[in-house]
Nanobody, 119 residues
Framework: QVQVVECGGGLVQPGGSQRLSCAAS????????MGWYRQAPGKQRDLVALITRQGATEYADSVKGRFTISRDNAKKTVYLQMNSLKPDDTAVYYC?????????????WGQGTQVTVSS
């Protein structure tokens, strides 16, 4: 069974930086894509950033220029470097790993990690 585990998160001051990491284990294959999503209280879960196995990336408009997603395929790990953090970035951040082999699509979510941006 695939497991997705996030690390990082916590309290950071506005303008500060934080790095999240997420590792997918339990599969001999590297995920087709890995991404970060976030959910603030009372809001829906939205995409923050996504990266494919080939390295193509996608970002939410609100984080472009501030956040950078990267991955290590050999370690099945994805990273999210967050700079110039704002209070609006406060949310629970979730990692998702997607496996799609010959049409057999499966996605796995981590348990989430809280990021709080506050002075």
């Amino acid at each position: 069974q695939v497991q997705v585990v996030e690390c990082g998160g916590g309290l950071v001051q506005p303008g500060g930086s934080q790095r999240l990491s997420c590792a997918a284990s339990g599969s001999i294959f590297s995920p087709n894509s890995m991404g970060w999503y976030r959910q603030a209280p009372g809001k829906q879960r939205d995409l923050v950033a996504l990266i494919t196995r080939q390295g193509a990336t996608e970002y939410a408009d609100s984080v472009k220029g501030r956040f950078t997603i990267s991955r290590d395929n050999a370690k099945k790990t994805v990273y999210l470097q967050m700079n110039s953090l704002k209070p609006d970035d406060t949310a629970v951040y979730y990692c998702k790993a997607v496996f799609d082999r010959f049409g057999d699509y499966r996605e796995y979510w981590g348990q989430g990690t809280q990021v709080t941006v506050s002075s």
